[in-house]
């Protein structure tokens, strides 16, 4: 994720990294400082897990699971940890996050 954030936002990063909040910047800067190999080899990784996640869902419609490990904070800084987003966000599988309960 850090080399493609840094791609992502590589011309306005140089001229704007002051406005970037700390996270994104963190992020940004240390995918610019990742070595390519390091990228290919993580890639590789990535796709062998899609394969292997691709496999293990055949015959499957669909899978209900939790996104967050607890409900959304308050106010617009953060919709919370949504670590359970992992394996759909690295695979780029198909996924939505449905608000339920109170």
């Known amino acids: 994720m850090r ?3 840094a791609v992502a936002h590589a011309a306005l990063f140089d ?3 002051e406005d970037y909040r700390p996270g994104i910047k963190s ?3 240390a995918g610019l400082a990742l070595p390519a190999t390091d990228y290919v080899r ?3 990784g990535l796709l062998a897990f899609r394969a292997e ?3 293990a869902l055949q015959g499957v419609d669909a899978l209900m699971l939790p996104v967050a490990i607890d409900t ?3 106010g617009l800084e953060s919709t919370g940890d949504p670590i359970f987003c992992a394996p759909a966000s690295f695979t780029g599988l198909p996924s939505i996050a449905l608000p339920c309960g109170v």
């Open 27 to 29: 992020l940004v800067a």
């Open 53 to 55: 996640l691709l496999g």
């Open 15 to 17: 001229v704007h990294h």
């Open 42 to 44: 993580a890639k590789d």
């Open 3 to 5: 080399p493609e954030a």
């Open 72 to 74: 959304a904070p308050a």
